[in-house]
């Protein structure tokens, strides 16, 4: 066809705040699409639990011999993040927004605040600091975890990013992740 559209299958935009976490949107914007084409189903999956996942199970991989006292990210920071996104959501299912509704970087603030032992949660933390925080039940919920079930089941990178190899992706029904540097 000369033309061909995914833009029904969509969600609507949302507000990633001023967090950092537009490629966590991105990708949860691309799975809901997915569901929605394959199965019909209308989803609002929790970018905030995708966010905090990236952060707080990624090790580094430096992380016994380094000399920052922490050994992964901290879904406090913001960014520090892009397309790989997708790969992570093939190992790690989502839950449904309700479940672990997006917060703020001011809600954030107040559970930190709550967490005397969290301290300022700045990059000299350390893991027993930002675990803490990261697995507080006002940030993630116990009930998201279990209810976390949504994700991608399969992904492949596109070799030669063009214009006419991303309308191929898009016309095989297939959604796009794309990091753009500015």
Sequence with gaps: PTSYSLAGYQTAIRN?????????F????????????KYGATLDLSEHYLFHMSKCVELYGDYMTSTVPHENNSSYWGGQGNSG???LMARIAVPEERFAPYLEQNQLDAIRTALPGA??????????????????????????????????????????????????????N????LDVDA
């Design 119 to 172: 301290g300022d949660l700045g990059w000299t933390s350390t893991q027993e600091q930002l675990d803490l925080f990261e697995f507080d039940e006002r940030n993630i919920p116990q009930e998201a975890r279990h209810r976390a079930k949504y994700k991608v089941k399969s992904w492949g990178v596109i070799g030669s990013l063009t214009t006419d190899r991303m309308e191929q992706v898009i016309a095989n």
């Design 26 to 37: 991105a990708g949860i914007a691309a799975l809901e699409a997915a569901y929605k084409r």
């Design 16 to 24: 990633q705040g001023s967090r950092g976490t537009c490629w966590a």
């Design 85 to 87: 996104i997708v790969e």
């Design 174 to 177: 297939s959604e796009i992740v």
